[in-house]
């Protein structure tokens, strides 16, 4: 048995977690910090990186103590790396450097973007992680950061579909919340807004679906735009008289919704029929969206497995991190203590988690 210590601090979440030989997760405390960054309407790095370093240890402690588990009964220290904001990524790594030394340790840098993939799997899906039958699997990772496609083979080989060209879709869902005049984050507010709205009441675009009858160029064919639906939205609320009419709201909310979550299905299932992927993974923030995780499992074909992550584990967490280092732990693969962070997704041919 191997215990890893996972921890998170790429943007907004301060967390950590102890996860046993990659899937079970002993212990999972995050921290956030909403209440600091909701008077600016969206994260600001350099609030974040302080409410990280006040943080830490806290949530450390407490993630240790739920796992019933000390130091010195860890196998290995992971954090990640990037990709995200540096300050506050610095701060995550440099702990984790501080703890790794002290402990002799070894240290494990993660990339958070294939740790949502991994994430999905936790608690209850390592076997069909494992077997030859999930692959090829086509993994959807949806937040506030990215929006990508990723084509994942049984040996391990990966490539990036398709990504957006703009805005991501968490952060296009952020920003129609703040023209809404719903409160931050936006993710949550709309769909909490939709609620008792009509999805049906109002059109908004879903760019580079072919919806508009316009046939799509072959380099945007798994691409992802959503500033067109952003701005849609805008003169949708400048040209109304009805913006402070709840039932407005509402409704505009579910047709905003419905858009964005239209287009990431969409997209989704072409890739998937393309390709002939036998398993949809759908990972990252927004994937604990009602309507998408509704959609999905109403519109994904019957010969295809369809894996949403747990919502516990869709938003930043430190679980994903501890789960998806269990497999370079393995291996031997361990990162230096001069290792840096970086702040965006760096190309990649594999996944480590195969």
């Known amino acids: 048995m191997s215990l890893i210590l996972g921890i998170e601090s790429s943007c907004d979440e301060t967390a950590a977690a102890v996860v046993e030989d990659g899937f079970t997760v002993r ?7 909403i209440a600091t960054h909701a008077p600016h309407g969206g994260v600001v790095p350099e609030l974040a990186a302080r409410e990280h370093l006040k943080a830490l240890t806290p949530v450390v402690t407490a993630a240790l103590e739920q796992a019933g588990t000390s130091l010195k009964e860890l196998d290995a220290v ?3 790396q990037g990709p995200g904001l540096i300050p506050a990524l610095l701060v995550g790594l440099n702990f984790a450097k501080g703890l790794a030394a002290a402990n002799n ?6 990339n958070h973007f294939m740790a949502h993939i991994c994430g999905a799997f936790l608690d209850g899906g390592a076997e069909q992680l494992r077997s030859p039958e999930t692959y090829p699997l086509l993994a959807l990772v949806v937040s506030g950061g ?7 083979r049984s040996d391990g080989e990966a490539s990036q579909l398709g990504c957006t060209i703009d805005d991501a879709a968490g952060e296009a869902l952020d920003k129609g919340a703040k023209l809404l005049g719903l409160p931050y984050p936006g993710g949550p507010s709309i769909q909490k807004a939709a609620v008792s709205g009509d999805p049906e009441k109002y059109d908004f675009p879903r760019p580079l679906t072919g919806a508009a009858g316009k046939a799509l160029s072959r380099e945007n064919l798994y691409n992802f735009s959503f500033s067109g639906i952003k701005t849609a939205l805008l003169y949708h609320m400048k040209g109304s008289a009805g913006s402070d009419d709840p039932q407005f709201i509402a409704d505009t909310a579910a047709c905003y919704q419905r858009a964005v979550v239209d287009c990431l299905v969409r997209k ?3 890739a998937a029929r393309d390709t002939g992927a036998r398993t949809i993974v759908v990972a990252g923030g927004v994937a604990c969206n009602a309507e998408l995780r509704r959609l999905m499992a109403e519109k994904c074909p019957r010969n295809v497995a369809l894996r949403i992550a747990k919502p516990v584990f869709c938003t930043d967490n430190a679980a994903m991190v501890g789960g998806i280092a269990w497999h370079s732990f393995r291996r031997k693969e361990f990162s230096p203590l001069n290792a840096d962070s970086f702040a965006r997704l760096p190309r990649f041919v594999r996944v480590p988690f195969i």
Do not use: E
Not at 27 to 33: D, F
Not at 105 to 110: R, T
């Open 146 to 152: 990215h929006t990508s496609l990723v084509l994942i």
């Open 78 to 80: 992971a954090v990640t």
């Open 27 to 33: 212990s999972s405390v995050i921290a956030s910090q």
């Open 268 to 270: 989704t299932l072409r």
């Open 105 to 110: 340790l070894p240290l494990i840098g993660v």
